[in-house]
């Protein structure tokens, strides 16, 4: 008789169906958590991405209009700086024209700081979006032409530009224009400049970012 045990069918049997699908069933429990935490932590890092965006061209553009407008220059007896509202989309927004010496070189033969016709004004594209575009005309004098077809964008995604101005007693206008007869603006810049910057919430229309800040003028006369 042999020594060696006898090996029966039932031994090397092998998954059958039903455990086959329980494993399978439980497979895709595992993946469907591991891809529902793999998509979120790649919702986060995409939200952090665009309000990084947003945060930086706020702070660039609001930081621009700030050294634009405290660099503003005398022209004759008087200064030059004027300002309006433009309507879209039955939506006002602030433009802003001023002779400043904030001149932005970007040729070889530019002088950064040189005196130049600076202008703020916005645009709307074939998508319906709003940008905030920045003109910069250098010369010996303020350029007669205050809205330009050339500039750069500086602020993309725009809700709202809103400009307020104060002057020596602290009483606010929505605009200025020192070519004005009035007294408190003719030849004379405002004392404070308030600034409203709103641009679009992709992810929540009815909550859009929101920036503000105030220039003061080193110059009134």
């Given at each position: 008789?042999s020594?060696?045990?006898?090996?029966?069918?039932s031994?090397?049997?092998?998954?059958?169906?039903?455990?086959?699908?329980?494993?399978?069933?439980i497979?895709?429990?595992?993946?469907?958590t591991i891809?529902?935490?793999y998509?979120?932590?790649?919702r986060?890092i995409?939200d952090?991405?665009?309000?990084t965006?947003i945060y930086?061209?706020?702070?660039?553009?609001?930081d621009?209009?700030?050294?634009?407008?405290?660099?503003i220059?005398r022209?004759?007896?008087?200064?030059i700086?004027q300002?309006?509202?433009?309507?879209?989309d039955?939506r006002?927004?602030?433009?802003l024209?001023?002779w400043?010496s904030?001149h932005?070189?970007f040729?070889?033969?530019?002088?950064p700081?040189?005196?130049a016709?600076?202008?703020?004004f916005?645009?709307?594209?074939?998508?319906?979006?709003?940008?905030l575009?920045?003109s910069?005309?250098?010369g010996?004098?303020p350029?007669?032409?205050k809205k330009?077809?050339g500039?750069?964008?500086i602020?993309e995604d725009l809700r709202?530009?809103?400009l307020?101005?104060?002057?020596e007693g602290?009483?606010?206008?929505d605009?200025?224009?020192?070519?004005?007869s009035?007294d408190?603006?003719k030849?004379?810049p405002?004392a404070?400049v308030g600034?409203?910057?709103i641009l679009?919430?992709?992810?929540?229309?009815e909550?859009?970012?929101k920036?503000?800040?105030?220039?003061n003028?080193p110059v009134?006369?």
């Amino acid at each position: 008789m042999s020594a060696w045990p006898s090996l029966s069918s039932s031994d090397s049997r092998g998954f059958t169906l039903m455990e086959i699908l329980i494993a399978i069933f439980i497979l895709g429990i595992v993946l469907t958590t591991i891809y529902g935490a793999y998509s979120g932590v790649l919702r986060v890092i995409r939200d952090i991405d665009d309000d990084t965006r947003i945060y930086k061209m706020a702070r660039i553009t609001l930081d621009r209009m700030n050294r634009d407008v405290t660099a503003i220059l005398r022209s004759g007896k008087g200064f030059i700086f004027q300002s309006e509202k433009t309507s879209i989309d039955r939506r006002e927004f602030s433009s802003l024209f001023l002779w400043s010496s904030a001149h932005l070189g970007f040729e070889e033969d530019d002088v950064p700081g040189s005196p130049a016709s600076i202008a703020y004004f916005v645009k709307q594209d074939k998508e319906g979006k709003i940008s905030l575009w920045r003109s910069d005309i250098t010369g010996p004098k303020p350029s007669t032409e205050k809205k330009s077809e050339g500039g750069v964008i500086i602020c993309e995604d725009l809700r709202a530009l809103n400009l307020k101005f104060y002057d020596e007693g602290g009483k606010d206008y929505d605009t200025w224009d020192t070519e004005t007869s009035t007294d408190s603006q003719k030849g004379r810049p405002p004392a404070v400049v308030g600034v409203e910057l709103i641009l679009e919430n992709p992810r929540d229309a009815e909550k859009p970012h929101k920036f503000i800040t105030k220039i003061n003028l080193p110059v009134r006369r």
